[in-house]
Nanobody
Framework: QVQLVESGGGSVQAGGSLRVSCATS????????MAWFRQAPGKEREGVAA???????RYTASVKGRFTISKDNAKNTLYLQMNSLKPEDTAMYYC?????????????????WGQGTQVTVSS
């Protein structure tokens, strides 16, 4: 049974940093495409960062240069380091996984999701 469990969210002032983690189990972690999504109140869920099986990454424009996605295959854990946080980064952050699909770094075809961790950035 595939499980994704996020942690590390919290409240921070603008300009600060947070790192969220996603512990995974129940599948061969290194063979899956992984990503972070976020959803703010009243807004649609959006893809934030994705990482391919070979370590290639992709970021949505609004976080490029501030966020870094990484993974530790030995620990079966996905990370999102968030620096220079802005109030507009406030959202519930979810990790997601898929076995492959059309494009590993695409924002679609994810079939496993965590429960989310809240990130709140105050001005």
């Amino acid at each position: 049974q595939v499980q994704l469990v996020e942690s590390g969210g919290g409240s921070v002032q603008a300009g600060g940093s947070l790192r969220v983690s996603c512990a995974t189990s129940g599948y061969t972690y290194s063979r899956y495409c992984m990503a972070w999504f976020r959803q703010a109140p009243g807004k649609e869920r959006e893809g934030v960062a994705a990482i391919d099986r070979d370590g290639s990454t992709r970021y949505t424009a609004s976080v490029k240069g501030r966020f870094t996605i990484s993974k530790d295959n030995a620990k079966n854990t996905l990370y999102l380091q968030m620096n220079s946080l802005k109030p507009e980064d406030t959202a519930m952050y979810y990790c997601a996984a898929k076995a492959g699909g059309t494009w590993c770094l695409g924002w679609y075809e994810y079939n496993y999701w965590g429960q989310g961790t809240q990130v709140t950035v105050s001005s």
